[in-house]
């Protein structure tokens, strides 16, 4: 009975169906008020966090992408594309995030690529302040050849045609302290990191008018997105998208409180007529009680989730073979979330 209803539940939550014929088909990403859609059809999105999918040894390890893709399912990758893994000798290089484009493209998979991360992990900074979200993403990061604004524009703009691109995240996990590892939040987190919103969400609008934006955050309270700052943030007319990351409370397919929950986001979003999506969401097997536990709380948060309005859902990460050991939120070749991703988001062929 219980494989039943697991059978039942995963094709209750398919996603991705085909545009219906003689439908106007453009490939891109749009949004309808809270919904999203793609050639006139509801679109939701299910995949894998690969974050060094364009690494060449500058971010972790050099990964064999096409056999990773055939291994893996979803119709969703969330990539870093940060200015680092486009630069090599002083000079742009793009052959590695070209190489992540063609390849889910060749594999009937869209890209979410990420332009910068708030732990400066495979970058040449580190930890971004409140005074960079001020001021600091307009000067030139030690390595890089152009400011950060300056690389957005550059880079959405190369790709501005690509049907392969999903939608745009701004920053990883942004959030506005005064410096780290402090807990503190300064009064003015809220006006800056909507001041950055409004300026970085205008530059991706006008490097391409085909693409989504999304600012990218956790949405658990994080300094600049507490309780209402979070509806504040995402009310800036160039951000398209809100984003909520999801991790550990394997037992709660709605998680959070009552104050920074991801129902209290939905709620919000909802009230500025956009759409959401689970840019990560990460269970430890061991607390889940192994991999096929793992699998089934991964739907049980599925099933709630997509019913609530959640549009898009993006497991937290995907490991080569040999890759996996130790870390316990790998997803590698056979995990049994690959059939549920499988069965819940078919690609596109």
């Avoid at 966090?49 to 992408?65: E, K, Q």
């Avoid at 409004?198 to 085909?210: H, K, L, T």
């Amino acid at each position: 009975m219980r494989r039943v209803m697991f059978g039942v539940l995963m094709a209750s939550l398919a996603l991705g169906a085909a545009p219906a014929a003689g439908s106007s088909s453009t490939g891109f990403v749009t949004r309808d008020g809270t919904r999203l859609t793609l050639d006139g059809k509801p679109y939701r999105f299910a995949g894998l966090n690969v974050y060094n999918a364009a690494s060449d040894g500058n971010c972790w390890y050099t990964m064999a992408l096409d056999k990773s893709m055939r291994q893996m399912a979803g119709n969703v990758i969330r990539v870093w594309f940060f200015q680092r893994l486009a630069t090599k000798n002083g000079r742009r290089d793009w052959r590695a995030l070209d190489n992540v484009v063609a390849t889910a493209r060749r594999h009937g998979v869209k890209v979410l690529p990420v332009l910068t991360d708030q732990w400066g992990k495979c970058e040449w900074s580190g930890y971004k302040t409140e005074d960079w979200y001020r001021d600091g993403y307009r000067e030139i990061d030690p390595g890089g050849i152009v400011s950060y604004r300056e690389w957005v524009a550059e880079v959405v703009h190369r790709y501005r045609n690509s049907r392969a691109i999903a939608l745009w995240t701004l920053v990883n996990e942004a959030e506005a302290k005064p410096d780290f590892p402090s807990e503190e939040c300064g009064p003015e987190a809220t006006s800056v990191l909507r001041d950055f919103a409004d300026d970085m969400g205008a530059v991706a609008q006008q490097a391409s008018s085909n693409h989504l934006v999304t600012l990218g955050t956790m949405g658990g309270g994080q300094c600049g997105t507490a309780d209402q700052a979070y509806r504040t943030v995402y009310a800036s007319p160039q951000i398209d998208v809100c984003e909520y990351h999801d991790y550990h409370e394997h037992d709660q397919p709605m998680p959070g409180n009552r104050w920074d929950g991801l129902a209290v986001r939905l709620a919000q979003c909802n009230e500025l007529g956009k759409p959401m999506f689970v840019g990560e969401a990460g269970i430890d097997a061991r607390e889940a009680g192994g991999l096929r536990k793992r699998a089934q709380a991964y739907a049980a948060k599925m099933a709630a989730q997509f019913k609530a309005g959640v549009t898009g859902f993006v497991i937290w990460g995907w490991r080569d073979a040999g890759r996996t050991d130790g870390d316990m939120f790998a997803v590698g070749p056979g995990d049994p979330v690959i059939n549920l991703l499988d069965r819940l988001a078919p690609r596109s062929r």
